[in-house]
């Protein structure tokens, strides 16, 4: 069985999110942390993809919980998640 690549397991984290396997606050918690611990092998991966998903999902996604009704966390989350895989064919 292929092991998962570090960014290939952030997005499958971010569509567990948005599928609702994972709650916000548990999203929120956990995902900056994720990619905090990755970050290094994820550039190794995919520079580009690493510095969106730390500069959308992170940065101007996780880190915005507090703020953002449920709903406009959601849809926020999925914007960026869309972009990401839009840009690069990720998935």
């Known amino acids: 069985m292929k092991q998962q690549s570090n960014i290939e ?17 548990e999203y929120s918690l956990d995902f900056p942390y994720e990619v905090e611990n990755r970050y290094h092998e994820m550039v190794k991966e995919d520079k580009l993809t690493a ?9 101007d996604g996780a880190y915005l919980f507090d703020s953002l009704s449920d709903e406009a966390f959601r849809e926020k989350i999925l914007e960026h998640y869309d972009f990401i895989r839009r840009d690069d064919g990720i998935i």
């Open 51 to 59: 510095e969106y998903i730390f500069d959308c999902l992170v940065e």
């Open 9 to 25: 397991f952030l997005i499958s984290m971010t569509k567990d999110f948005l599928d609702g396997k994972i709650d916000a606050l």
